[in-house]
């Protein structure tokens, strides 16, 4: 298989993989010809690009990092706000990458403008835990991180949608509005007996800078924990 731009796709090429939309429903299946319309489907999904099967690289073969159910899952309970789900969802997710003899992480992924948020929160989780696995880190520690990671843009739901989903650039008070989104987050989970306190803490400043210039409370290098600087460059 090999990796073709969306832009340059074309009718008759045969996907490499079977692609979902983020309720688990087939978009196209592998090894069918692409026509006009599964292209423009795609395209208005955002799909960066696709894999796709041919001669020039028959012998080429790249796995998902983690499953596509595993993904879809993972979507549906970020999705559904459902914090024990979550729970149970990065511990999966760190068993699949572990159990791995290499990991190929591959960024492109499912850019739908409604569920963009929760996309998102999934392929944060995923790179924390590769982040996590190359420093060594142990597997109650991956799973604490991979759970902040699911949770930690939980409070978007609570921002008006027409901040949340506005195309265009947010006015000052807008962005004030939208930077609450990591408090509300935190608030969400701070009375749960059964999340860690750095689990916790990693999800109420996760837009923290190690300058000092993040926000909520501009906390520096020092005052940060290794599960705050790895969930905020993952977002990033």
């Not at 159990?99 to 992924?109: A, C, F, K, Y």
């Not at 420093?135 to 949770?151: F, H, K, Q």
């Not at 409070?155 to 265009?168: A, F, V």
């Not at 006015?171 to 749960?192: C, F, N, Q």
Request: charged share 25%; proline share 4%.
């Amino acid at each position: 298989m090999r990796y073709v731009d969306i832009k340059h796709a074309e009718p008759g090429m045969r996907p490499a993989k079977t692609l979902f939309d983020s309720m688990g429903r087939v978009l196209v299946t592998s090894n069918v010809e692409l026509n006009e319309s599964s292209i423009q489907k795609l395209w208005e999904y955002g799909f960066e690009g696709i894999y796709i099967a041919d001669e020039l690289s028959a012998d080429i073969e790249i796995d998902y990092v983690i499953s596509p159910a595993l993904r879809s899952e993972g979507l549906a309970c970020v999705r559904e706000q459902n914090i024990d789900a979550c729970l149970n969802i990065a511990r999966k997710i760190v068993e699949e990458i572990l159990e791995r003899e290499t990991l190929m992480l591959d960024l492109t992924d499912l850019r739908s403008f409604d569920d963009y948020t929760y996309a998102h929160s999934v392929n944060v989780a995923v790179l924390c835990c590769v982040i996590g696995v190359g420093l060594e880190m142990s597997e109650t520690d991956l799973t604490g991180l991979v759970t902040a990671a699911l949770i930690h843009d939980l409070g978007k739901m609570l921002i008006p949608p027409e901040i949340l989903n506005k195309p265009d650039r947010l006015t000052p008070e807008e962005y004030e509005i939208m930077k609450t989104h990591a408090v509300k987050s935190y608030e969400l989970i701070k009375d749960r007996y059964d999340i860690p306190s750095q689990v916790k803490t990693a999800v109420h400043f996760h837009h923290e800078n190690v300058d000092g210039s993040g926000y909520p409370d501009g906390l520096d290098a020092a005052q940060q924990s290794i599960f705050i600087k790895i969930l905020h460059v993952a977002d990033v």
